[in-house]
Antibody
Framework: EVQLVESGGGLVQVGGSLRLSCVAS????????MSWVRQAPGKGLEWVSS????????FYADSLKGRFTISRDNSKNTLYLQMNTLRVEDTALYYC????????????????WGQGALVTVSS | DIQMTQSPSSVSASVGDRVTITCRAS??????LAWYQRKPGKAPKLLIY???TLQSGVPSRFIGSGSGTDFTLTISSLQPGDFATYYC?????????FGQGTRVEVK
């Protein structure tokens, strides 16, 4: 059974940093692209970032470039999202999602999701 | 970025009803569209990809159709576990973008 379990969420002040983790099980992690998708309160889903199975290719939403960094440790079956210089508008539930399709061309879908980690940025 | 517009934003329905949700892309995306179901406190679930292909394990009452810019998700006979919010997502180009969601609630 595919499982994705996020952790690392919490309350942080504007300008602070936080690192989210997502531990995967039930599939060959190193062969799977992975993504982070977020949902702000009262808003829809927003793609944040994706990474290839090897970690050699990464993609980011334009609005987040330079502040967020996606990475993975295939020896630990773990996906990370390092979030720096956090803003109030980064407050959201952050989902980890297994990603399938052609990552380079952007032809991707999210076929398994975790339950999310809540990040609250306070002013 | 490709904008995805869903309608309606919410629909009230009863068990057994046929429910149809529409998703429109701001430009043509061929059949590169996925549908997801999200329930409060639960992980979102992929229902349909490539506009009409049912994800493994998803009941056949979920039917996807469309191509180009206009797509629909139909629940042929609403079941108690189907009350949830549904999202479309274009998978045609970066960045992947989602519709704003359609909440299916109890009438």
């Amino acid at each position: 059974e595919v499982q994705l379990v996020e952790s690392g969420g919490g309350l942080v002040q504007v300008g602070g940093s936080l690192r989210l983790s997502c531990v995967a099980s039930g599939f060959t992690f190193s062969s799977s692209a992975m993504s982070w998708v977020r949902q702000a309160p009262g808003k829809g889903l927003e793609w944040v970032s994706s990474i290839s199975g090897s970690g050699g290719a990464t993609f980011y939403a334009d609005s987040l470039k330079g502040r967020f960094t996606i990475s993975r440790d295939n020896s630990k079956n773990t996906l990370y999202l390092q979030m720096n210089t956090l803003r109030v508008e980064d407050t959201a539930l952050y989902y980890c999602a297994r990603t399938s399709g052609d990552l380079v061309r952007g032809l991707i879908k999210f076929d398994f999701w975790g339950q999310g980690a809540l990040v609250t940025v306070s002013s | 970025d490709i904008q995805m517009t869903q309608s309606p934003s919410s629909v009230s329905a009863s068990v057994g009803d046929r429910v149809t949700i529409t998703c429109r892309a701001s430009q043509g995306i061929s059949n590169s569209l996925a549908w997801y179901q999200r329930k409060p406190g639960k992980a979102p679930k992929l229902l349909i990809y490539a506009a009409s292909t049912l994800q493994s394990g998803v009941p056949s009452r979920f039917i996807g159709s469309g191509s180009g810019t206009d797509f629909t998700l139909t629940i042929s006979s609403l079941q108690p576990g189907d009350f949830a919010t549904y999202y479309c997502q274009q998978a045609n180009s970066f960045p992947p973008t989602f519709g704003q969601g359609t909440r299916v609630e109890v009438k």
